[in-house]
């Protein structure tokens, strides 16, 4: 095996001299990691890390999807982007960044949305894949293509204070649908864009991510297979879950899922082919949400925002009710007058108007669009975020 992997020039055995003298690397562990190719999905929070310090590993080929381009509000936390790329595709920007910091690394970006049409194609010739995804659909997609290609998935997500790390996909391991086979309905769970995130979780999450993917090529230490890794930074804790591959699993269990599906649909987010949504509610568009307000009759105006969100902006005249206080809150509200929820963009104040329609509430729609649209089409005072 040793004699099949390439070899280190001088400059490179200059460059990894802390790396060739740590046991369980050494040379034969350095040229193992020249040898690798790894697939980091997502070249954001989580991915900032892990590209960054596989890349001064000296992990010869790494593989970076994404379709998205610098955003200002990126910069609080996405490492491998500075304030000159704001515009830029974030894979020119993070190419850009790996090279710098290591020039022996081959890049490979593929600036696209990971989907069910690519994913296959471009996972194949990867030895493992990093998960630096922040939503569902793209993390079941990640895991369901790890399972049918044999690959290692190495998980990451992050959201407030709180992040999680495993290793799923491993040979005698489970995967991510082992620990939950439904993603949560949409608009349930926040997303960081909507829910905030401390900058510096994903650098810590991240670079666990990369412990683990080095580890995986050198084939040293006790990885996180078959462990959930939970790490709370508000209160410092770290804590391990054992998990167990579940042989009900339609991916690594009974093997029911043998090609990859429509996981904007499965997931029911917008994206995809929009399915017939039984669950679709009532919405107002702001434009007509302002006549309304002007003429009457007066309206419930709800935003099931966070306290730290409505301090960035919100809509004169609302009243702040968060989400998670909103079944308490009931009460309080006046059910002769007709209600209208208001989040961010409209997903999870789609799924309050559900949960108020439950309780009784006849007269409730949604904002569509949310404050971001508001500000678009009515107020550009208010902040967009
Ligand atoms: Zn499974």
């Given at each position: 095996?040793?004699?099949e992997?390439?070899?280190?020039?001088?400059?490179?055995?200059?460059?990894?001299?802390r790396?060739?003298?740590?046991?369980n690397?050494?040379?034969?562990?350095?040229?193992?990691?020249?040898?690798?190719?790894?697939?980091?999905?997502?070249?954001?929070?989580?991915?900032?890390?892990v590209?960054?310090?596989?890349?001064?590993?000296?992990?010869g080929?790494?593989?970076?999807?994404d379709?998205?381009?610098?955003?200002v509000?990126n910069?609080?936390?996405?490492?491998?982007?500075?304030?000159?790329?704001?515009?830029?595709?974030?894979?020119?920007?993070?190419?850009?960044?790996?090279?710098?910091?290591?020039?022996?690394?081959?890049?490979?970006?593929y600036?696209?949305?990971?989907?069910?049409?690519?994913?296959?194609?471009?996972?194949?010739?990867?030895?493992?894949?990093v998960?630096?995804?922040?939503n569902?659909?793209?993390?079941?997609?990640?895991?369901?293509?790890?399972?049918?290609?044999?690959?290692?998935?190495?998980y990451?997500?992050?959201?407030?204070?709180?992040?999680?790390?495993?290793?799923?996909?491993?040979?005698?391991?489970?995967?991510?649908?082992?620990?939950g086979?439904?993603?949560?309905?949409?608009?349930?769970?926040p997303?960081?864009?909507?829910g905030?995130?401390?900058?510096?979780?994903?650098?810590?999450?991240?670079?666990?991510?990369?412990?683990?993917?080095?580890?995986?090529?050198?084939?040293?230490?006790?990885?996180l297979?078959?462990?959930?890794?939970?790490?709370?930074a508000?209160?410092?804790?770290?804590?391990?879950?054992?998990?167990?591959?579940?042989?009900?699993?339609?991916?690594?269990?009974?093997?029911?899922?043998?090609?990859?599906?429509?996981?904007?649909?499965?997931?029911?987010?917008?994206g995809?082919?929009?399915?017939?949504d039984?669950?679709?509610?009532?919405?107002?568009?702001?434009?007509?949400?302002?006549?309304?307000?002007?003429?009457?009759?007066?309206?419930?105006?709800?935003?099931?925002?966070?306290?730290?969100?409505?301090e960035?902006?919100?809509?004169?005249?609302?009243?702040?009710?968060?989400?998670?206080?909103?079944?308490?809150?009931?009460?309080?509200?006046d059910?002769?007058?007709?209600?209208v929820?208001m989040?961010?963009?409209?997903?999870?104040?789609?799924?309050?108007?559900?949960?108020?329609q439950?309780?009784?509430?006849?007269?409730?729609?949604?904002?569509a669009?949310?404050?971001?649209?508001?500000?678009?089409?009515?107020?550009?005072?208010?902040?967009?975020?």
């Amino acid at each position: 095996m040793a004699g099949e992997l390439p070899r280190l020039s001088p400059e490179e055995a200059l460059r990894y001299s802390r790396h060739l003298i740590l046991p369980n690397v050494e040379l034969e562990g350095q040229r193992r990691l020249k040898a690798a190719r790894i697939l980091v999905v997502g070249a954001g929070g989580l991915g900032s890390p892990v590209a960054l310090y596989l890349a001064a590993a000296g992990v010869g080929t790494l593989g970076l999807v994404d379709f998205d381009v610098v955003d200002v509000t990126n910069l609080q936390r996405q490492l491998l982007h500075g304030t000159a790329d704001v515009g830029r595709p974030k894979v020119d920007s993070a190419t850009d960044r790996i090279r710098d910091a290591n020039p022996h690394v081959h890049v490979e970006p593929y600036r696209t949305r990971l989907t069910s049409r690519n994913a296959l194609e471009i996972m194949r010739d990867y030895d493992l894949v990093v998960d630096g995804t922040d939503n569902f659909a793209t993390r079941y997609l990640t895991n369901d293509a790890c399972v049918l290609l044999g690959k290692p998935n190495v998980y990451g997500s992050i959201f407030r204070f709180e992040g999680q790390a495993s290793v799923f996909a491993a040979a005698d391991g489970p995967c991510y649908r082992c620990l939950g086979p439904d993603p949560p309905p949409p608009g349930e769970v926040p997303s960081c864009a909507e829910g905030g995130v401390l900058g510096v979780l994903p650098g810590m999450i991240g670079t666990i991510q990369a412990a683990e993917a080095i580890k995986l090529v050198l084939g040293v230490g006790s990885t996180l297979v078959g462990r959930l890794l939970l790490v709370n930074a508000l209160d410092m804790q770290f804590h391990t879950m054992r998990l167990r591959r579940d042989p009900a699993c339609p991916a690594c269990g009974t093997r029911t899922i043998t090609e990859l599906i429509d996981y904007d649909e499965f997931c029911g987010t917008p994206g995809g082919v929009p399915p017939a949504d039984p669950d679709a509610v009532a919405e107002i568009v702001p434009t007509e949400l302002a006549r309304r307000l002007r003429e009457g009759p007066p309206l419930e105006l709800i935003d099931v925002r966070e306290p730290g969100e409505w301090e960035v902006a919100h809509i004169e005249g609302a009243r702040l009710v968060p989400l998670g206080q909103l079944q308490g809150s009931l009460p309080t509200f006046d059910g002769s007058r007709e209600i209208v929820v208001m989040c961010r963009s409209g997903q999870r104040s789609a799924a309050a108007v559900r949960r108020l329609q439950a309780a009784g509430f006849r007269r409730v729609r949604n904002l569509a669009g949310g404050i971001l649209r508001w500000s678009e089409e009515v107020d550009p005072s208010v902040p967009r975020y």
